[in-house]
């Protein structure tokens, strides 16, 4: 009998705390991550800390942000501010904005992670939920980058924004309708961004996270994920890479992406998923609708008894 090799997948990244920059890359600049205040926002937020940078923690939760501050501070030579706001308020940005000026002055780096989303089937969305998602995830991110970007034109100062994708915006995906179409308006808003400010010396990229399970996952994302066989393991074994992501492989590189040594890299969108937003069958699997993958029953109109 032949005996089947072990198929290994991807290496193991580096450990927790290595860094992929030179030592003090970011010492003297001010990064703003919004949705900082946990998963991979503040995962980000630690890689940037590593490297020295001054953060500005944004996000609406003041509990979570206090928290990441304790957590971050120790991490970093410079300093860290929390701002609670909501992304969806151009007013409130502009104050985050000057305060952090104040504190620590002009962010040179924003990262727009903030977010929402949540799984359902198209027909099933709400006009509320569809508008919530659409205006945290693609104007909130037009919001901060404005901001962001109207400040550096006025100063004619260089200047980085990282704005985190999902791969659906290429793909489609089914069961976020709301999010993939929220996050092909973010892809394309990188690509004509990066062009208009480009000339001014701003650079503007996307990152795209794969699977990278993490505490502060939205519930409704992980009871999905459990549904499917819900342990790193199971998950593991449905990538090409043989295992899931670890939130500061996205860290690294976003800190990469910000950085000088990417200084001639601008409207990209750098895809950190062991390829499997690339990843088709020999023969495809059988269809399995977006309901039954739910746990939906059959489609009832609203009003109907």
């Known amino acids: 009998m032949t005996k089947r090799m072990r198929t290994p997948g991807l290496p193991a990244p580096p450990p927790l705390g290595a860094s992929a920059l030179p030592a003090g890359t970011y010492e003297g600049s001010v990064v703003l991550v919004t949705g900082g205040g946990s998963g991979l926002g503040k995962a980000v937020a630690a890689e ?24 971050l501070e120790p991490l970093t030579s410079g300093r860290v501010l929390t701002a609670r706001a909501d992304v969806r308020d151009p007013d409130r940005i502009t104050e985050v904005f000057d305060e952090a000026a104040a504190a620590l002055g002009p962010p040179d780096v924003l990262v727009n992670n903030a977010a929402a ?18 205006d945290i995830t693609l104007t909130g991110t037009w919001f901060m980058s404005r901001e962001f970007g109207r400040r550096h034109l006025a100063a004619g100062t260089p200047g980085s924004v990282v704005c985190v994708g999902a791969s659906y915006a290429w793909t489609g995906g089914p069961g976020y309708a709301h999010s993939a179409a929220a996050k092909a308006g973010v892809k394309n808003l990188v690509e ?37 066989g819900g342990d790193e393991d199971a998950l593991g074994a449905r990538q090409p890479a043989l295992r899931v992501g670890l939130p500061r492989e996205l860290g690294w590189a976003a800190t990469f992406l910000a950085s000088r040594y990417a200084g001639f890299v601008s409207g990209h969108s750098l895809v950190v998923d062991g390829a499997n937003w690339q990843r088709r069958s020999l023969v495809a699997p059988p269809v399995v609708p977006v309901r039954e993958q739910l746990g939906r029953g059959p489609f009832a109109p609203p009003g109907d008894a």
């Open 48 to 71: 940037f800390a590593r490297l020295g940078a001054d953060l500005v923690l944004m996000g609406r939760d003041t509990g979570r942000l206090a928290a990441a501050r304790r957590e």
């Open 117 to 134: 989303n949540f799984p359902s089937p198209a027909e099933d969305l709400s006009p509320n939920a569809w508008r919530a998602v659409l």
């Open 192 to 228: 004509t961004l990066a062009v208009e400010w480009g000339p001014y010396g701003i650079r503007v990229n996307g990152l795209v996270p794969g699977l990278m399970p993490h505490a502060d996952m939205p519930s409704a994302i992980r009871s999905h994920l459990d549904r499917d």
